[in-house]
């Protein structure tokens, strides 16, 4: 099958779809497919991002005006075009072939429908992701990284149902135990200092992360005895002022280590030293951190709710994020008493296979072409 892959913009800088787009493409190559893969150029935008100020508008016409004569021309050639981020669904509309759209969450959509009073999105956003709801709507198939995600569609969009199916990602990365004299041996030319009692925490700071909340609940970890001395390491993208303000405010700015720009090695030493990946989320598409750290053996605490649960499956200690007590009692009581989770967590990480995404995958292109020569006829 012939499958061009439209991946995100350049200077989006959004690490993660770009790293998403590449693992598609790997693995439908290995796969046997015919795969060409094609993102917007920076035309008029210039710089190293477009996130800001100017740059900002200047990348909007790259992506989504100057982009799509070159998409119509690109999508004569392909059987499916695959746009591999919903938040360029509504590229779905400029082409005459059958589409399918990775949605990763439905966050964003339901900031701007007014739907989650905790994330208000003002008037341009608001119009974008109606735009990007349009998109969705237009599309041939959509396939969701999780069964929450599949849910979330159907519920905020009222999508068919039977044009949707669910591919749970791939590990972008081979992660897996690394030994403890590697592993520290590395962390330890980062930050020398570091020894093993600590957590570890991974995220950017998108409300739904919940960076203050894992601040919240070392705290109360650090009250028990057992844990008056660890660290916390709370690492990802750099601390904006509130965060900074919440470890001030809680008086642990002394036993909180920032770190960003890790590599992936780094990230796999991380996994396999810590006491526990702290990851208090209060909504997902999916979860890539629970993977990851599992897949290294690492005990994962995450939110006892969906999708986090359908990725830690029974190999993660899961808590209640808005109550940092009762998490952190509950952190006490079954961190020790589960020691046995590490081989758990490497097993049930086991299900997130380059080879699982990739079938999951070809039957959504086949459903997505299928349906459209039914269509035709």
């Not at 800088?13 to 796969?31: I, P, V, W, Y």
């Not at 909504?283 to 750290?293: D, M, R, S």
């Not at 995450?302 to 808005?322: F, L």
Request: charged share 20%.
């Amino acid at each position: 099958m012939k499958i061009l892959l439209i991946a995100n913009y350049t200077l989006s800088k959004q690490e993660s779809m770009q790293r998403f787009a590449d693992m598609l493409t790997e693995g439908l190559l290995a796969d046997g497919h015919d795969v060409h893969v094609m993102r917007p150029k920076a035309i008029l935008c210039r710089g190293e991002q477009a996130e800001h100020g100017l740059n900002k508008w200047l990348g909007y016409i790259d992506r989504f005006f100057l982009f799509r004569w070159q998409l119509k021309q690109a999508a004569k050639w392909a059987d499916v075009v695959h746009i591999c981020d919903h938040s360029n669904a509504m590229y779905a509309k400029w082409i005459n072939k059958p589409s399918l759209v990775t949605c990763h969450d439905l966050l964003a959509i339901q900031s701007g429908l007014g739907l989650i009073e905790t994330n208000k999105t003002g008037f341009t956003g608001r119009g974008l992701q109606k735009w990007i709801a349009s998109g969705l709507l237009a599309c041939t198939h959509v396939t969701c990284v999780s069964k929450n995600t599949r849910d979330e569609l159907i519920k905020t969009l009222d999508f068919p149902r039977e044009q949707t199916s669910i591919a749970y990602n791939a590990l972008n990365y081979p992660y897996s135990p690394m030994s403890q004299g590697e592993a520290w041996a590395l962390l330890n030319k980062r930050l020398p200092d570091l020894k093993p009692s600590y957590f570890f925490h991974l995220g950017g700071n998108q409300w739904y992360k919940n960076r203050k909340g894992v601040a919240e609940i070392f705290f109360q970890l650090i009250q028990y005895p057992e844990y008056k001395d660890h660290k916390l390491v709370l690492a990802g993208k750099p601390w904006p002022d509130d965060l900074k303000d919440k470890i001030n405010t809680l008086g642990i700015k002394n036993q909180v280590i920032g770190i960003n720009d890790l590599t992936n090695e780094e990230i796999r030493a991380f996994y396999s030293t810590t006491g526990a990946l702290i990851f208090p989320s209060l909504q997902e598409g999916f979860g890539w951190p629970i993977a990851e750290a599992q897949a290294c053996g690492c005990i994962v605490i995450t939110t006892g709710r969906a999708p986090m649960t359908e990725v830690g499956g029974e190999a993660a200690i899961y808590v209640e994020p808005e109550i940092p007590a009762q998490a952190a009692e509950i952190i006490h009581k079954k961190l020790n008493a589960r020691k046995d989770l590490t081989t758990e967590s490497i097993e049930n990480a086991k299900r997130f296979s380059m080879k699982a995404m990739i079938s999951a995958y070809t039957t959504g292109y086949k459903k997505a072409y299928s349906m459209d020569r039914d269509n035709i006829k």
